[in-house]
């Protein structure tokens, strides 16, 4: 009794099925190919590594810049919608699904190209790159035509992760290098395979000498980090309480702030009050106690009617930065009684505290009765109240000499960046405040040795407040509770990259060696034989063996032998069996 081996045999690949389905919908074994890939399927490569580059070198740095402005966001997309709502949580999540989507389908390219499959990607997903593609294309441009000057955080973000993404491309490209070196070893042409090897080590070599180029502040002796920079309330704690209010700033002064900066509004009857925006709707109850004149400018209110309004209910019920579940009841009880805030309650705050006072003042409307005595209305309230003059930071530019002559010990301050430190000496200006991204490294050392005290603002992410204070900087203001997030010696870092380097040229030799060595000992068997071989030692748990469509032929001279050799299949007529050991008559096989 002779046993029968199958002549047909399949192996399962799930994993190999699950790539060519998901990237291309080719789930069964007769739809692959390994043939040469198209132009079209090269060009939706291509314009996959495009949207990732683009979604590394342009979306990460605005995202990081995007979530220190969360409240500068949120008030735009207010005074464009009318509405409070959290905005940067959709544009954060788009990106993130769209970056997460496109390098999803580039790790299934790089798949493709180890396992010698075709690049057949999908209608749905070439339609899903286009898209992004558009997307990135529309916001880049967005970005470009609102917020221009945000493209300065670029590289003051690769300041603070630049170490980490060298790190992280270095580990990228190592892992590349399995098939890198898989098509080296697989290709059939030297020129091919030179210039691969020279295109591959050549970007490696750049990358792991990267770091002799990367400046960051944060790469320095602890030694030499100067003091930490004070930190004023901006609106006061304005992620804990109502900006803008009496609670917010009583909280601020409780994480230990050195200065309180609001914005300042004149009423109809010439009384200054504390209001960021030019209307009340997005943080006061207008609408509700007087919806006739919700869309009215806020100075346009006398202070007998604002004191009407409450400032606190809107942060309760819209909880614009997620803060509010951690308030006890108690706390929640004065944020609900909060209302308008007068410049004079903020000024006798900050007297009894011994703080310093920076105010923006906002002009009133022409048809304002007080547009022409603003400057006075306000420099009376500050005399008024008694605080030390030496602790108000005096920012506006209108009839800034008279207002020195009425009041010397006033700090006079700037929003404006001057040509030189040497100009604002000129014009008797102490004090500069400035957006983060408005002043350098050197900028920074030139106002401190001029004696000029130089303020940044919004810092609001541990990230960029690290990057300032490495960099020197004495004061910023902020609305969270921020501190130094990583500071390593130049000594640690070089050991770092260079240890990191050396691990990855080990790895990268190593599998050039390994797929080497496994091209040559493919060519040196038969394949045929390792395929039958398999196919007996295996198990029925492990294979599903195919029943042959056998044919009776019409003649003996109608079996013709051959042998087919898939990576799915493996189909086999041996010649040399004898009629004998056959239980039927001879037959014609089809895989």
Sequence with gaps: MVKHQPLQVYERQLCLSCITGIYGCRWKRYQR??????????????????NCGAGTSVLYPFKMDLLNSVCCCDRFLYNQSGEWRDGTAPILATTAAGFTYIAFLMVLALCHVALGQQLNLHWLHKMGVMAALLTTVVGVISVNQTWSYEWDVVPISLQATGPFLHIGAIAAVTALSWIVAGQVARANKTIFQVLVILLYFSALFALYTVPLYITSPC??????LKQRPDVIGHQGA???????TMRSFQRALQMNVTGLETDVTISSDGVPFLMHDNGLRRTTDVQKVFPERQWDDASLFNWTDLQQLNTGHWFLKDNPFGTVQTLSFREKQLIGNQSVCSLEQLLKLASFNKCTVVFKLRRPPPEHPRHYSWINDTLQT???SGILQSLVFWTPEEYREEVRQMAPGFVQSSLVKAESPQTLQREGISAIFLRYNQANTREIRDFSQQNINLTLYTVNEPWLYSVLWCSGVPSVSSEHIISLLCLQKPDEYTVLWVSVDLVSLAIVIAIFILQKYRSSGIHSYNPE?????????????????????CVPPTSASAFTPFTTITSASLTVCASSLHPSTLSSPPCACTA
Excluded: F
Aim: contains cysteine; positive net charge.
């Design 529 to 549: 034989q390792i395929m039958l071989s398999a196919a007996v030692r295996r198990t029925s748990r492990d294979v599903n063996v195919m029943k042959e469509n």
């Design 238 to 244: 304005a992620t804990l309480a109502p900006e803008n």
């Design 382 to 384: 500050v005399l008024k």
């Design 33 to 50: 190919s390994q043939d040469d890939t198209t132009k079209v399927s090269r060009g939706h490569t291509c314009t996959r590594a495009s």
């Design 219 to 224: 790469i320095m002796d602890p030694s030499n």
